[in-house]
Structure formats: structure tokens, C-alpha cells
């Protein structure tokens, strides 16, 4: 397995695996890799025969008051469980490597990166737009996989692809199904931060979003009152927007919430 930063290294490895005939399949991170992570490299590895990780803590997704700065990294342990499970490529650039004409904003969100997750992280994504276009520019995978755990994030990702006109020729994006700890709660590496007790708090989450057949309301009188919601909605997964009474089919059950200061993720698909 190979670890580098700059993004020329980067060109002649991927123009390498082409011209050997490979596939190329990508998995983008933050790092502080859990087994949500490990799962979606899996997947990677059954879709291509060549599998690039990336690993960068993007700061245009970060705004001035949010954890950029204490957000777990640690290169190491991380690069040695990607080479256990085989990967090909870890690339792991520098701020300079991936922004070397300045860190400007490319992409944008629109409507939908101003609800849920973009009403409480504004420009959140916008940023995690800009990267991904950017880190699709320097990879040109095959495919690209990404979790719901992220389910907004994932929604606005395949839209960008989706109306891109081709600029990634014909990439595919691969949605991962969450990957969750014995009590149920979501993996995320932000689970670091959590004490005992806040970490029996936050498992109340994944329980509470069970309670949807009753109403939103049951889901919120389960969740543990410790807990500072954000929001809980249901919304159409093929347009991110509230569903109303009316509506009949696949639905998404999403939650983000506060758990002493570490914010939390997790939704449900739901069929209504
Ligand atoms: P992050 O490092 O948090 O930016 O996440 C990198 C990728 O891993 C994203 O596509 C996430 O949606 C995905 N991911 C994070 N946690 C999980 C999980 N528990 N199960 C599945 N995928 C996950």
C-alpha cells in the first residue's frame, strides 16, 4: 500500500492502474477510521480492482466555531488498518495539496444545503461540495462510495454527479448502508468524544427512531431528555424535502442532536 500526499504522485499512480486495466474505486474520509469506514472500503474492493482512500479534514466544511481544530487524526492508525484490509492507495494530502490555487468555494449546495444539516452548519455544504469535486477531479474513479449515515451529505452528492454533465465521465456513486455499534448507535469517529454517560445518552437515539410507526412525537418522548435535538423530520429521500400526510412509499427518518457539546447523526428508511 502506497501513502502519499501530492497530488502528482497521485496522477501517475491512478494513469499506472489505468493502463494496467484497472477499475478505480474511491473511498473519501475525514480519518479516525471506525468500522463504517472499513465497510465502505469493502464495498470499494468488490466494485473495483484498484481502491484509493483518501484521508483529509476539509477546512472549508468546518465553520470558525466547530471542532477543525480537535477533530481526531491519527494517520498511523489508520494507514495500518487500510493496508490490512488491502487497499491500494491512501491519500492523504495537506491543505496546500488539495487547494493549491487558494481554498474559493466551487460548488454549491442551492436550496437543500439550507435545511437540516445546512440550517445549523451554513456553507457546511458548499465546503464538503467543493472537496468532493475536487478530490473526483485528482482520483477520476470508476466509482465512489459513501454512507448514509450522511444521508443529506450523500443526497447532494449524488446531484452534483447527477447534473455534473459528465465531468467525472461515467462515475457511479455506491451508497453504503450504516454501520452500527451492538446498542445501535451510528459509528462516527465524533463518538470519541463522548464519556460513558454521554455515550448511554446518545444510544437512546437509534431506540427513539424506531418509536416512527407512532408519530414523530413518540420518536422525540423517547429520546432522552439530556439530549439537545436539532431536528427530527421525515423527508422524501429523492428530493430531501418534508413529506406531508399524504404521502405513501420509501420515506427517511432523519435525526441530528447534540450530546453534551459532540453533534450526532442517524436517520432511518422507512417505508410509509
Ligand atoms: P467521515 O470520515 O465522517 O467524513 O466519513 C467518511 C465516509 O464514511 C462518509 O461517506 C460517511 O457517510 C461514511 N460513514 C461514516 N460513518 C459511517 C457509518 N457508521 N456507517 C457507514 N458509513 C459511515
Known amino acids: 500500500m502506497q501513502i502519499i500526499s501530492s497530488a502528482e504522485d497521485l496522477a501517475k499512480i491512478i494513469s499506472n492502474a489505468r493502463q494496467h486495466g484497472k477499475q478505480i474505486a474511491f473511498v473519501p474520509t475525514m480519518g479516525a477510521l471506525h468500522d463504517g469506514h472499513i465497510s465502505l472500503v469493502e464495498i470499494a474492493k468488490q466494485s473495483a480492482d484498484f481502491v484509493v482512500v483518501s484521508i483529509f479534514v476539509n477546512p472549508l466544511q468546518f465553520s470558525a466555531n466547530e471542532d477543525f481544530d480537535k477533530y481526531p487524526r491519527n494517520l498511523q492508525a489508520d494507514a495500518e488498518k487500510l493496508a490490512a484490509i488491502g487497499v491500494d492507495v491512501v491519500f492523504a494530502p495537506t491543505v496546500q495539496d488539495v487547494y493549491p490555487n487558494g481554498d474559493a468555494i466551487t460548488q454549491h449546495a442551492g436550496p437543500v444545503g439550507n435545511t437540516f444539516e445546512g440550517a445549523v452548519r451554513p456553507e457546511h455544504f458548499d465546503g464538503m461540495l467543493t472537496v468532493v469535486a475536487r478530490l473526483f477531479d485528482l482520483v477520476q474513479p470508476d466509482f465512489a462510495v459513501f454512507g448514509k449515515k450522511d444521508a443529506q451529505q450523500l443526497f447532494l452528492i449524488q446531484r452534483m454527479v447527477r447534473e455534473s454533465n459528465h465531468r467525472w465521465n461515467d462515475l457511479k456513486i455506491i451508497a453504503a448502508p450504516i454501520i452500527r455499534e451492538q446498542s445501535g448507535l451510528a459509528m462516527s469517529s465524533r463518538n470519541k468524544y463522548l464519556s460513558q454517560s454521554e455515550r448511554t445518552i446518545a444510544e437512546s437515539i437509534n431506540v427513539a427512531l424506531k418509536q416512527w410507526q ?46 453534551g457539546n459532540t453533534r450526532l447523526l442517524d436517520n432511518l428508511s422507512i417505508t410509509i
Open 214 to 259: 407512532t408519530g414523530i412525537a413518540a420518536v422525540k418522548a423517547k429520546l432522552d431528555p439530556a439530549i439537545r435535538l436539532d431536528y427530527v423530520a421525515l423527508v422524501d429521500p429523492n428530493t430531501f424535502e418534508e413529506i406531508d400526510d399524504s404521502f405513501k412509499g420509501q420515506a427517511l427518518l432523519i435525526f441530528a442532536g447534540r450530546v
